[in-house]
C-alpha cells in the first residue's frame, strides 16, 4: 500500500482540514468523495509517485506543488497559463525535484484527458490529484450574471468533479492506489 495509511490526504494550505477519495476502502468508493476535519497528513516523504496538481502556475497551488516536490513526489504543474505551469515544473527541477509543467483548462474534459495521458506517458504513473483551480468573481453577488455562475461552477464544481472521476478511475485500471485531494 505504499507509505500511506487508508484515507490519508495531502491538506495544504491549511494542514488538518480536507478531502479524500479512499479508493483502497470499498465502502468509501461506493460513497466517493468525502469531506473530513482532521484528515491525517502525509509523512514527510512520497517516493516513487507522481502527483497532477491543477491550478499551480501561481500562489497555493504554486506551493502545493513545491510542497508535495520536497516530500519526494514527482509533480505535474497545471494552469490555465502554460508559462505559469512551466515556471512552478522549472522552480521545483531548480530545487532538485522531478517536474513537468502542462496547460490546463479545468472545464474542457479533452483537456485532462490529455494531462492525464500525457503525465502516464511521460512519468509512468499518476498517484494523485490535488484540485486546487478554481475561479470567483470580486463583484457584488447580486451583480453575478447567469454566465459568470455558469463558468464559476464549470471551474470550482463540474471540473473538480471530472477530473476526479477521470484519475480515480485511472488509478483503479493501474491497480494501484492513490490519494485525490479537493
Known amino acids: 500500500h505504499g507509505p500511506y495509511q487508508?484515507?490519508?490526504?495531502?491538506?495544504f494550505?491549511?494542514?488538518?482540514?480536507?478531502a479524500y477519495f479512499d479508493l483502497e476502502n470499498p465502502v468509501a468508493r461506493g460513497q466517493g468523495?468525502?469531506?473530513v476535519a482532521n484528515a491525517p497528513q502525509a509523512e514527510p516523504s512520497m517516493p516513487f509517485t507522481a502527483r497532477l496538481v491543477t491550478?499551480?502556475?501561481?500562489?497555493?497551488?504554486?506551493?502545493?506543488a513545491e510542497a508535495v516536490a520536497e516530500a519526494g513526489s514527482q509533480v505535474v504543474a497545471t494552469d490555465l497559463d502554460?508559462?505559469?505551469?512551466?515556471?512552478t515544473a522549472d522552480a521545483v527541477i531548480g530545487s532538485g525535484g522531478q517536474a513537468l509543467g502542462l496547460e490546463l483548462d479545468v472545464t474542457d474534459e479533452e483537456a485532462f484527458r490529455r494531462a492525464v495521458g500525457r503525465t502516464i506517458s511521460e512519468l509512468g504513473r499518476l498517484d494523485g490529484?490535488?484540485?486546487n483551480a478554481?475561479?470567483?468573481p470580486f463583484i457584488d453577488f447580486l451583480e453575478v450574471t447567469e454566465r459568470e455562475w455558469d463558468e464559476?461552477?464549470?471551474?470550482n464544481a463540474k471540473g473538480p468533479f471530472l477530473m476526479t472521476q477521470r484519475v480515480a478511475r485511472t488509478m483503479l485500471e493501474a491497480g494501484r492506489p492513490g490519494r485525490i485531494c479537493t
Not at 487508508?6 to 491538506?11: A, F, P
Open 6 to 11: 487508508r484515507g490519508e490526504c495531502l491538506s
Open 129 to 131: 490529484l490535488v484540485n
Open 33 to 35: 468523495l468525502r469531506e
Open 55 to 64: 491550478g499551480a502556475g501561481q500562489g497555493i497551488g504554486r506551493g502545493i
Open 13 to 18: 494550505p491549511n494542514p488538518g482540514v480536507g
Open 152 to 155: 464559476i461552477m464549470a471551474t
Open 82 to 87: 502554460l508559462e505559469a505551469a512551466a515556471a
Open 134 to 136: 478554481g475561479v470567483g
